[in-house]
């Protein structure tokens, strides 16, 4: 009994914890200033949210900035999301994705003297919380706002591998000059984008993180909280980087199923035994091949060990490409914007593998590897 309360003390003295948790790092910061917070439902510090734990210890919270799928979490990808007020605490939602440019007005900036930022990400530059972070930090730039950055882990921190975004792709789907999987905490990529200089015009804002304690970038990090409608599950996580793909091709990658990102098919695939039949669901109103019987493949079989042993895996999409048949119907040009790059789509058509294309971006993870090194604040 007494070495069992100790393996559970040790469990809890190894405990990843968070920079929200840390109220005696960041409170001391926060007093006497109007407060905003660039936040969603993963902002949770124990079983109470952010916005929550301020108000109690009379913060003055004034304003809170949404993401993409709303402040609840619970928005379509890319839907409007309106300006709002949290029903729970009267603060009023200041969107941050409606479509417009996607940076807070002259108005909104002058509420507030800090901005606290606390949200789940996933550690991929087409997931787009880290954008509207950088937006806030530009605008925080401009008008000299402080901004507070409460990290969190990274649940595929422990790898970096695909193309660097070629700048002339830049789009809301990718922002910096950074491979796909960047394996970097949201609190090691702002202070990447201070020190790069990567802010328009190269701007520079005011950052304090506060890292995470006991985490380093092999730390397999559990998320307890989805991080978005269509990612429900570890396994649809690691595999986001690879099944994302399928958003720029006419095949569905599961949503409106109960399996988002972690199958893929289409009516007209051949061979398959597997099917599935995409629903509308909320998270997925209107999705791929709604309603249509599609055929393809369950990666649900998979071990999370394989997946990261294979990284980002082209071969789910060129065996659909060539499964289909359809040549250039295939591709959308948005392929091009989440690829990052216009080489990948060229050398798919050409017949190569996925290893043979792998190896075009080696040097360039490596290299990127060395240039992030200064503000990993976490062991390799």
């Known amino acids: 009994m007494v070495l069992c309360f100790a393996l559970w003390c040790q469990a809890q003295d190894n405990r990843v914890i968070m920079g929200a948790e840390q109220t005696s790092e960041y409170f001391p910061i926060l007093k006497g200033k109007r407060v905003a917070i660039f936040s969603n439902h993963t902002g949770m510090v124990g079983d109470k949210h952010l916005l929550d734990v301020l108000l109690e210890n009379k913060f003055n919270v004034v304003a809170i900035f949404s993401p993409e799928h709303g402040f609840r979490g619970n928005a379509d990808a890319g839907e409007h999301v309106k300006s709002s007020v949290d029903s729970k605490t009267g603060v009023p939602i200041l969107s941050l994705y409606d479509g417009k440019d996607k940076k807070p007005s002259d108005a909104s900036m002058r509420k507030f003297d800090v901005l606290v930022v606390d949200i789940q990400d996933v550690g991929l530059r087409f997931y787009t919380y880290y ?11 401009e008008y000299n706002r402080k901004v507070l950055l409460l990290d969190r882990p990274n649940p595929n921190g422990h790898y970096v591998d695909g193309p660097i975004l070629d700048m002339k792709f830049k789009s809301g789907v990718g922002w910096l000059p950074i491979p796909v999987v960047h394996g970097m905490t949201l609190g090691e990529l702002a202070m990447m984008v201070n020190g790069e200089r990567w802010l328009p015009k190269s701007r520079v804002c005011d950052l304090t993180v506060i890292p995470c304690k006991n985490y380093t970038h092999q730390t397999m990090y559990e998320l307890p909280i989805p991080p978005s409608p269509n990612l429900p599950n570890m396994k649809s996580i690691y595999l986001y980087p690879s099944i994302c793909l399928f958003e720029a091709t006419p095949v569905s990658l599961g949503r409106g199923t109960d399996f988002p990102f972690q199958v893929y098919g289409h009516p007209n695939m051949k061979g398959y035994d597997f099917s599935f039949i995409p629903r509308s669901v909320p998270g997925a109103k209107n999705p791929p091949q709604l309603n249509k019987k599609c055929y393809g493949v369950d990666l649900r079989g998979m071990s999370n060990e394989e997946i990261w042993k294979r990284g980002l895996d ?8 060539r499964n289909l048949n359809m040549d250039d119907h295939f591709f959308r040009s948005f392929f091009e914007l989440l690829m990052g790059t216009d080489e990948i789509r060229k050398m798919i058509k ?14 360039d993870v490596e290299n990127f590897k060395v240039q992030r090194k200064p503000y990993l604040l976490y062991a390799e």
């Not at 082209?314 to 490409?321: N, S």
């Open 350 to 363: 050409q017949g190569k593998s996925a290893d043979e294309i792998k190896a075009t971006w080696k040097d």
């Open 131 to 141: 954008i509207t972070m950088c937006r806030l930090m530009d605008a925080c730039a």
């Open 314 to 321: 082209l071969t789910y999409v060129i065996d659909a490409y």
